[in-house]
């Protein structure tokens, strides 16, 4: 069953474009959306098990951008890695050549979504750095996430990984991508209170969680996720950074984020009351709100909507 998203008609507007890209050795899926003459583009990394659909409902708010957004190596559409693991480093020198092969014009801005954020941060802080002018976190992970404030969930998701690790291949595979152990993650996740939001929700999750190449890809990207977080590369950042958090956020609460926003060199914060960990989805028009003023004085007035 699909349900129907409540951005379908805005995001038709944008006109995806789909294309392939080797990308350190593998190739890449990414989608393309929007004015392909734009001066500013946005290239969108989703987070962990998810992909490029996950930020389709904020894409469908940045009428008169580009927007680029690919699947990470190993999930969606994207081929994993050739050789070596799927970890933090890996993944951010991914995204340098990514952008690097682009060679996109004019502005740019890279954002990151909650797994994508710790990408984003660790290529932005890497020798070779992003070719951006702006960065954008949304639901960044701003701490350890065994310390956040249901970091017994956490604990849990470790032990369900480890699980699944120790199973044979295909009963850890099967633990994977169970339905049911699915819907309690969307369900834990959600904060909103429309029981309509919340169906398209777990609809979301149902089709596109369980979207990863093999165990070894999405085991690999899962200790990446929990053993790095975004304070460790801030301070090395010196692009012009907005954090989007959220207020009922399971895994980073807002004082871990203002403690984050006073490590970067250029930052503002702002978080989004009422939400958790899914503000891509819950409430993806603020986030594109948020990110439209930030960009502001730098957009051409041509390109706001």
């Known amino acids: 069953m699909i349900v129907p998203s409540p951005y379908a008609d805005l995001l038709a507007l944008m006109d995806a474009r789909a294309h392939t ?138 032990f369900y990984y480890w699980l699944a690790s120790k199973l044979p291949e295909r009963l850890g595979f099967g633990l994977l991508r169970n339905r049911v152990i699915v819907r309690v993650m969307s369900i834990t996740m959600a904060k909103t209170r429309s029981r309509q939001r919340r169906r398209w929700i777990h609809n979301q999750h149902d089709r596109y969680f369980s979207a990863f190449a093999d165990r070894t890809v999405v085991l690999e990207a899962f200790q990446a996720s929990v053993g790095h977080d975004v304070s460790e590369y801030a301070t090395d950042i010196n692009i012009r950074t907005l954090l989007i958090a959220a207020e009922k956020d399971d895994i980073t609460p807002v004082e871990a984020q203002v403690r984050l926003r006073a490590q970067f060199p250029d930052a503002q914060l702002h978080v989004l009351p009422g939400v958790g960990h899914l503000i891509h989805y819950e409430v993806p028009e603020d986030a594109a709100r948020e990110l439209r003023r930030f960009l502001e004085p730098v957009v051409p007035a041509g390109e706001a909507s």
């Not at 001066?39 to 969108?44: D, K, L, N, Q, Y």
């Open 21 to 158: 890209l080797e990308v350190s050795g593998s190739d890449t899926r990414y989608w393309e959306y929007g004015a392909p003459d734009s001066a500013t583009t946005v290239v969108m990394v989703h987070g962990f098990r998810g992909d490029h659909h996950g930020l389709e409902a904020v894409v469908a708010q940045l009428q008169g951008l580009r927007i680029i957004s690919p699947d990470l190596p190993g999930f969606g559409e994207s081929a994993a890695f050739a050789a070596g693991p799927h970890s933090i480093d890996a993944y951010a020198a991914w995204l340098a050549e990514f952008l690097r092969l682009l060679a996109l014009p004019g502005r740019l801005v890279v954002l990151g979504h909650s797994f994508g954020s710790i990408v984003v941060s660790a290529a932005a802080a890497s020798a070779e750095g992003l070719p951006a002018q702006d960065l954008v976190l949304v639901n960044p992970i701003a701490a350890p996430a065994l310390s956040g404030p249901r970091g017994l969930l956490t604990r849990l998701a470790v």
